[in-house]
T-cell receptor, first 110, second 117 residues
């Protein structure tokens, strides 16, 4: 699986959009970009995933660059409950385990 | 959506005893389950992959005789920490994957906080 690189931490004001970047320059053609988040002392929660098209669901939007070397997770209106560690993972759908990097700690403040 | 139930959510045990952690897929059949361990302020580390009806595959450095994994049915996998020691204290998390491909095919349990005293 391709390695991903994320900033260790980010801050965001409540109500503003949180844009979390992820670099995956070695991603292969059959690897998807998955985003999970982990709130303190809980299991990871699925957010969104995509292959090459931009994706949107009730939680977030995923913007993938045309060359697929990077992506951005967008939380359109961050709330205090969005404070968590966000993990970007590149993985194929062959069913092997997701491998977690260090992620980005997002702190949302009022 | 898919739900994975993990039990217990926390456990305290004495050094030298064994502890069993259960991971159940509630509304889907999980052909594959994964076990992770997470130490404070660190990321999740994959310990092993279990497939229903076969032996688990352990990651390098994980002692298979210490961390016994049983995946006897399509909805239940168990992790038994044998002869636990204080250094085994950690947050253990399971993940289940539905058969086939598709959205959200990896669902995580809520984790088990193990403290060995």
């Amino acid at each position: 699986d391709a390695k991903t690189t994320q900033p260790p931490s980010m801050d965001c004001a409540e109500g503003r959009a949180a844009n979390l970047p992820c670099n995956h320059s070695t991603i292969s053609g059959n690897e998807y970009v998955y985003w999970y988040r982990q709130i303190h002392s809980q299991g990871p929660q699925y957010i969104i995933h995509g292959l090459k098209n931009n994706e949107t669901n009730e939680m977030a939007s995923l913007i993938i660059t045309e060359d697929r070397k990077s992506s951005t997770l967008i939380l359109p209106h961050a709330t205090l409950r969005d404070t968590a560690v966000y993990y970007c993972i590149a993985a194929n759908q062959a069913g092997t385990a997701l491998i977690f990097g260090k992620g980005t700690t997002l702190s949302v403040s009022s | 959506g898919a739900v994975v139930s993990q039990h217990p959510s926390w456990v305290i045990c004495k050094s030298g005893t064994s502890v069993k952690i259960e991971c159940r897929s509630l509304d889907f059949q999980a052909t594959t389950m994964f076990w992770y361990r997470q130490f404070p302020k660190q990321s999740l580390m994959l310990m092993a992959t279990s497939n229903e009806g076969s032996k688990a595959t352990y990651e390098q450095g994980v002692e298979k005789d210490k961390f016994l994994i049983n995946h006897a049915s399509l909805t239940l996998s168990t992790l038994t920490v044998t002869s636990a020691h204080p250094e085994d204290s950690s947050f253990y998390i399971c993940s289940a994957r539905e058969g086939g491909q598709g959205l959200r095919s990896y669902t995580f349990g809520s984790g088990t906080r193990l403290t060995v005293v």
